[in-house]
């Protein structure tokens, strides 16, 4: 996928943070951009913008923390005649806070958005961009992936998840012209932590989710496997690879305790 432009483009997420700089920075008179989220004000306001930049758009107001959400979301683009070459799973959310102390309905909703959902809309897209020889997939993990983090455990397993997911069909489908790639962000400036209690201030500065989004859709053209963006956060992957796992899970104990 060496360019994103003349692309019909899927982005979850796209009312706010990561998702919304996106579409802002595919919008143009070439791009079709097909943006979902919750809630249809916000959408309409990210649509509102990218089409101003010359985009054709629409919006799917759509909870993906249901169970057959992806289904039902794909019925609805393709009764509207749209056929997704390109497709962002980035919609997520995770909780910081002990494991307890969070309903099951409240996991089930993270495990639903953040992975089986991913996966269902991965899925669901991929007939149409095999047919035409060409496609792009970028999933959106995180740094949390990279190593067990106690008082994050669900997001962070769900985003473990997502990268081993997204490089294995990087591998399985490259030869067929379909490139997947994984995208980590860092602590990024968004609403995300106010929604999840995450600290803002784990390793350095947060970024801005412009220059994640910029970051990440430079990884998609390129066709890469795997991208962490941000060079902290990327030696923070690498080492939660490579360090002990006794080791790492005690690292992130001491990030993530309510008591740090
Ligand atoms: N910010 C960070 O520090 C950070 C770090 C690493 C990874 N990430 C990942 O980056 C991605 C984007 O997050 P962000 O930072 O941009 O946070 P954000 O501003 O909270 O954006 C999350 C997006 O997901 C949508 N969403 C949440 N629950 C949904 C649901 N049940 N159904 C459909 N859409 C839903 C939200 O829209 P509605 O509320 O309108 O539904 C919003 O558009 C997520 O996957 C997150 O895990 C973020």
Not at 16 to 21: K, Y
Not at 81 to 95: D, M, Y
Not at 215 to 221: E, H, M, N
Request: aromatic share 6%.
């Amino acid at each position: 996928m060496d360019t994103l432009k003349h692309q019909t483009v899927l982005i979850t997420g796209a009312s706010g943070g990561i998702g919304a700089a996106m579409a802002r920075q595919l919008a143009d008179p070439t791009v079709t951009l097909l943006l979902t989220a919750r809630s249809a004000d916000r959408l309409q306001a990210v649509a509102r913008t990218a089409t101003a930049q010359g985009a054709r758009t629409a919006i799917y107001p759509h909870d993906l923390g249901q169970p057959g959400a992806a289904a039902t979301l794909f019925d609805r683009i393709c009764t509207d005649g749209f056929v997704p070459s390109v497709l962002i799973n980035n919609a997520g959310f995770g909780k910081k806070s002990p494991f307890e102390a969070e309903a099951v309905a409240t996991y089930e909703a993270m495990l639903t958005l953040n992975v089986t959902n991913l996966v269902s809309l991965t899925r669901l897209c991929l007939p149409a961009m095999l047919d035409a020889g060409q496609g792009g997939i970028l999933n959106v993990a995180s740094t949390a992936a990279y190593q067990p983090l106690p008082f994050f455990a669900v997001y962070a397993a769900s985003k473990s998840f997502v990268v081993n997911f997204s490089e294995a069909l990087h591998e399985e489908y490259g030869r067929r012209g379909i490139t997947v790639t994984c995208l980590s962000p860092g602590s990024t400036d968004t609403a995300f932590h106010e929604r999840s209690g995450a600290p803002t201030d784990v390793l350095g500065p947060q970024a801005t989710p412009e220059a994640v989004a910029r970051d990440g859709l430079r990884a998609l053209r390129q066709g890469k496997r795997s991208h962490i963006s941000g060079w902290r956060n990327a030696v923070s992957g690498v080492l939660g690879r490579i360090a002990p796992r006794a080791a790492a899970v005690k690292v992130g104990r001491l990030l993530f305790a309510p008591d740090r």
